[in-house]
């Protein structure tokens, strides 16, 4: 089963008007692997989530999940079939409990329609305490027990990226796609992080591809790395070699003026 | 034994002490003072209504009142005595040897309510904000424009004289318990979280799976349907319908009424809706005696001046008192 692709996508391509955010992008995810996807500010990054989630249509290429066609699909459909993300900067239901954000996430796959929520009936009280105590192993996982009623926007900046994480994980997802979660989080913070994903990612089975700017999280976490420069594809490989690689220095840091300096 | 919880109490408390209320009052008070509580009681069920379309989804709409109007003149049409029919209303033959008992009447006028909303939402709700309550303030406007040229049904901006005068306390407080009932229901339930995350950010429970048209839908659908059975409840309180009865005014009041209790918060929309109407209706006499018209409305809008100022988020924010809440374990 690990072995089995989760994500291929084909020369896919995005165009904003006349911008091109994004072309001739391909990637190949197997089931279980811990992807990075790293570049520049304004590389395509970001467009890139933004395809695979549906929050985007591709102008060209393919998305194909598991072995389905997922190309033009609406976000919440990717969500049912197991795509979850969370956002670069924290998009989270600010007024509502920590506990009914994790809720919320858990409605489409565990909850009642409307029928049976006015009626009352068993099945609707049976989906509600499921979803109590579906809601609370997230929350125990994450360490968010202690402030499950707190309104979210309350919450400083370290956990609201937990509870985002938690909100993603109870899509109950074969694939997460995390968008810098190390950004704004101190070094304690970041620390915890690798650790919670390397957590999530063997407790749930999970396929996970991350954007991230801390190249520690990046190079500690993933097996392999991807580096996009300019909306398209500069390099690929596994940490070390993407270290090495001369290319990835140069977009990083800036094309020597000539190579007689070096 | 399995204890009942405290919150669980209040809401008995609060059903039979209404119960006995209404009781009272209608072997007391006399009829105006009973027309004045029957207002109050409709306006709840408008302002609860909306509450779940603007407060629960963040669906800014306008358009209560026309939902409101095609439920009075649905209900109108069919409780209307056949012979006052073949007086005044040209309808095609089954309508016109047709009287329902009110029941009927009313759930017929709130589903043919909800029905339109279903219609109208699939172009409308593909609009946002400002967009949104513009379209919604066209639906009320074509609404209107309909029922005045229908005369054959509606008999014009003449309106409908002479309807069984069937709504009393019992009927509107019995609603106020139903809509009290399916919003709180829903609040609190796995549903009503997905509308209000759809509030907080659209984009954000799309990608945790919620499916953001439907769910928009049903909650403009749900609002309307109570919106027409208070509709239907009105008409046959004032024993007349007029199209002028369902105007831009009228949504201005429910509106406020939901902002100013908080958007989202039931007992909010419920505090406010009896706040508002009790000052409008005592008013009237003061505007009438001083032929100074329109004192309640500016009070009103004094009022909603200051609450955006002060307290942005409504008398309640999105939240409901503590004691009528399950505690959480």
Known sequence: MSDSVCLAVNGLEKRFGGVVALTDYDIEIRSGELVGLIGPNGAGKTTVFNLLSGVLKPTRGTIFFKGQDITRFRPDQNAVLGIARTFQNIRLFNALSVKDNIKAALHPHMGCGLWKTVLNVPGYRRSERRIEDKSREFLDLLGLLEVENEPAENLPYGLQRRVEIGRALAVNPSLLLLDEPAAGLNPNETEDLIQTIRTLHQRYNLTIFLVEHDMRVIMTICSRIQVLDMGHILAEGDPVSIRKNSRVIAAYLGQPESSAHA | ?329
């Open chain 2, 1 to 329: 034994m399995k204890r009942i919880p405290l919150h669980q109490i209040w809401y008995f408390v609060f059903v039979l002490s209404g119960a006995v209320f209404v009781f009272i009052a209608r072997s007391t008070f006399n009829e105006y003072i009973l027309s004045i509580i029957n207002f109050v009681g409709i306006y709840i069920i408008l302002a609860v209504s909306l509450n779940i379309t603007n407060g629960f989804t963040g669906l800014f709409s306008l358009g209560h009142p026309g939902f409101m109007a095609i439920g009075g003149y649905m209900t109108s049409v069919l409780t209307f005595p056949v012979a006052k029919k073949a007086m005044f209303l040209e309808l095609p033959g089954w309508l016109s040897h047709l009287a329902l008992p009110f029941l009927p009447a009313l759930l017929i006028g709130g589903v043919c309510a909800s029905l339109t909303a279903f219609v109208i939402g699939v172009p409308v709700l593909r609009l946002r904000g400002h967009y949104l309550a513009v379209a919604t303030l066209g639906f009320l406007i074509i609404v209107q424009v309909l029922i005045t040229n229908w005369e054959s049904v509606t008999r014009g901006p003449l309106g409908m004289n002479g309807l069984p005068a069937l709504t009393h306390l019992w009927w509107v407080y019995a609603w106020v318990v139903i809509t009290l009932y399916v919003s709180w229901k829903i609040k609190f339930s796995s549903y009503g979280r997905s509308m209000l995350a759809i509030r907080e950010d659209p984009l954000a429970a799309q990608c945790v799976g919620t499916r953001l048209f439907r769910t928009r839908v049903v909650s403009l659908a749900l609002g309307a349907f109570f919106a027409g059975i208070a509709g239907g409840l009105w008409a046959h309180l004032v024993t007349a319908i007029t199209p002028a009865s369902f105007s831009l005014v009228l949504a201005f009041h429910i509106v406020v009424m939901v902002v100013v209790g908080g958007s989202g918060s039931i007992s909010g929309a419920f505090v406010a809706a009896v706040l508002f109407s009790t000052i409008t209706e005592l008013f009237r006499p003061l505007e009438e005696s001083l032929d100074a018209y329109g004192i309640g409305e500016i009070l009103m809008a004094l009022i909603l001046i200051l609450i955006l100022i002060y307290r942005p988020t409504g008398i309640f924010g999105t939240r409901e008192p503590g004691f009528l809440t399950a505690k959480s374990t």
